[in-house]
Nanobody
Framework: QEQFVESGGGLVQPGGSLRLSCTAS????????IGWFRQAPGKEREGVSCIRSTDGSTYYDKSVKGRFTISRDNALNTVYLQMSDLKLEDTGVYYC??????????????????????WGQGTQVTVSS
């Protein structure tokens, strides 16, 4: 069964850092775009950052650009999201999915609400003082 397992979330103060991991099980990351998404209570799920597994090209939402860094380790079948200078509005459940449809690396991040992705359990990130 193909699935992602997200981990690394937690409670952090504003200005703090966390590193999230997204490990694939049952498939490899070859020729895919992997996206990190988040959903805050009462809000729509939004694309945070996406990365192409082949060449490492990336996309960041403007709300996280300069603070978050997405990376991948194809040998470990894992994608990471390093989050720094965290803000209250970064609070939410963070998920990752794989897409093999879009050619543009930004595609899954921008248009995920039009797709029928299978979402995992996610990992909770809470930024609070």
């Amino acid at each position: 069964q193909e699935q992602f397992v997200e981990s690394g979330g937690g409670l952090v103060q504003p200005g703090g850092s966390l590193r999230l991991s997204c490990t694939a099980s049952g498939f490899t990351l070859d020729d895919s775009i992997i996206g990190w998404f988040r959903q805050a209570p009462g809000k729509e799920r939004e694309g945070v950052s996406c990365i192409r597994s082949t060449d490492g090209s990336t996309y960041y939402d403007k709300s996280v650009k300069g603070r978050f860094t997405i990376s991948r380790d194809n040998a470990l079948n894992t994608v990471y999201l390093q989050m720094s200078d965290l803000k209250l509005e970064d609070t939410g459940v963070y998920y990752c999915v794989r897409d093999q449809k879009y050619s543009a690396v930004s595609g899954p991040c921008l248009f995920n609400k039009y797709e029928s992705y299978t979402w995992g359990q996610g990992t909770q990130v809470t930024v609070s003082s």
